[in-house]
């Protein structure tokens, strides 16, 4: 297993550079026939022009297994749009915690083995909390998220208790397109989350995300895997919580990455994906009939 696998959306670091036609998700580049240019390189990142930004005090979290592929540009990258920063290095075997050791500005907590996606944000929640943040974005480390958008994301905190990015909210310039099993799987658990809980979700499973403490004092994480965002959905709607979904760009070049195990057998995954989520409807007390989930 290599890094966070993210169902319809998984990716590389492309150059060139991306644009997008919505003007409060950008906070890099120059305008340009009414568009802004999001700079994305294997070079520092240009410098930053005015956005909007929170006021209040943000952890940003990045959590890594054996991303020594792309952790240095990504880190260099998040530092130009991000205060504070925490890397939980999930019991990565490779050169990752080397590289680690040359951003010492970063914080850093190391899982002795690979516990699992979920188990990495569980502990960027409890960090974030510990050290009295007003609240927490979380993004990954393979190149899919785009760093300059971290302040306006963070941003929305100020009309939500719970941002989430979606890759399908609306089309940028280039999007790239994931494996069919992959988009087929996102859909179809999408489509639960908005038949059983209410919600209007276009991406249930994008990891580029922010939460207030109200969020993070609501989650009681026990999936460890990458199932965890359903039980983080299904408390979200139990604890009443806003949401609201931020458009980011559909980065996916790197196909060669897996879920790992059984998880790499969709029928399986999907089936996996269904009993954690019934666990927490249940758990929530949030059970509903029909065809909810199926």
Not at 131 to 158: F, K, N, S, W
Request: aromatic share 8%; glycine share 10%.
């Amino acid at each position: 297993m290599l890094g966070a696998v993210a169902e319809g959306g998984q990716g590389g670091w492309p150059p060139g550079s991306l644009t997008s036609t919505d003007p409060n998700l950008e906070c890099v580049g120059s305008e340009n026939g009414g568009r802004t240019e999001i700079a994305r390189s294997r070079s520092l990142p240009a410098p930053r022009t005015p956005c909007e930004t929170s006021p209040m005090k943000l952890l940003t979290a990045i959590p890594v297994h054996n991303e020594e592929k792309y952790l240095e540009e990504v880190l260099r990258q998040v530092l130009q749009y991000a205060g504070d920063v925490l890397v939980v290095d999930d019991g990565s075997t490779d050169r990752t915690p080397e590289l680690l050791g040359r951003f010492p500005s970063v914080q850093v907590v190391r899982h002795p083995t690979n516990l699992g996606y979920g188990a990495g944000l569980k502990t960027a929640f409890a960090r974030a909390l510990e050290g009295d943040y007003d609240g927490l974005v979380t993004l990954d480390c393979d190149g899919q998220h785009e760093p300059a958008m971290i302040p306006a994301i963070g941003a929305r905190l100020a009309e939500a208790d719970m941002v989430s990015g979606s890759r399908y909210l609306q089309v940028f310039d280039p999007d790239q397109r994931p494996p069919e099993e992959r988009r087929r799987i996102n859909v179809e658990v999408t489509r639960w989350l908005n038949e059983c809980l209410g919600l209007h979700l276009t991406d249930a499973f994008c990891g580029f995300k922010a939460y207030n403490r109200r969020a993070l004092e609501s989650f009681e994480v026990t999936d460890l895997g990458y199932a965890m965002p359903l039980q983080i959905w299904v408390q979200a709607v139990q604890h009443g919580l806003k949401i609201v979904e931020a458009a980011v760009p559909l980065i996916y070049l790197d196909e060669s990455r897996a879920f790992g195990g059984s998880l790499d057998d969709s029928t399986y995954r999907l089936n996996h994906y269904r009993q954690v989520f019934a666990d927490a409807l249940k758990r929530a007390g949030l059970e509903v009939g029909g065809g909810c989930g199926g």
